[in-house]
């Protein structure tokens, strides 16, 4: 699946992403849920997919966005998903 991804810096770029690690939904602040985590496995790359209800400043809805993770995110976003961080696509 190719997504645009936005980086660490703020920049975008398209990736394609292997299969998710993890889907659900898990609220991580008021109004923006974590709805699946994905890892290269070649490059290690961590994705997270985010689902926002908030507004921008345009009056249009975020709705479903793509984001590059650090890896104490990820450790984080683990965790709250209830997965081990080491885990690789193949093992589920």
């Known amino acids: 699946m190719k997504?645009?991804?936005s980086d660490l810096h703020g920049n975008c770029d398209y990736l394609s992403l292997p299969?998710?690690?993890w889907e659900g939904k898990k609220e991580i602040s008021v109004g923006v849920w974590l709805t699946?985590?994905?890892k290269g496995p070649k490059?290690?790359?961590m994705v997270a997919r985010f689902?926002?209800?908030?507004v921008d400043h345009k009056g249009r809805i975020t709705?479903?966005?793509f984001s590059r993770i650090f890896i104490c995110d990820w450790v984080n976003y683990c965790d709250l998903?209830?997965?081990d961080p080491d885990i690789e696509a193949e093992e589920l």
């Open 81 to 83: 998903a209830g997965i």
């Open 51 to 54: 689902d926002s209800r908030w």
């Open 19 to 21: 299969a998710p690690l």
């Open 43 to 45: 490059t290690g790359r």
């Open 63 to 65: 709705g479903e966005y």
């Open 36 to 38: 699946g985590l994905y």
């Open 3 to 5: 997504v645009k991804v």
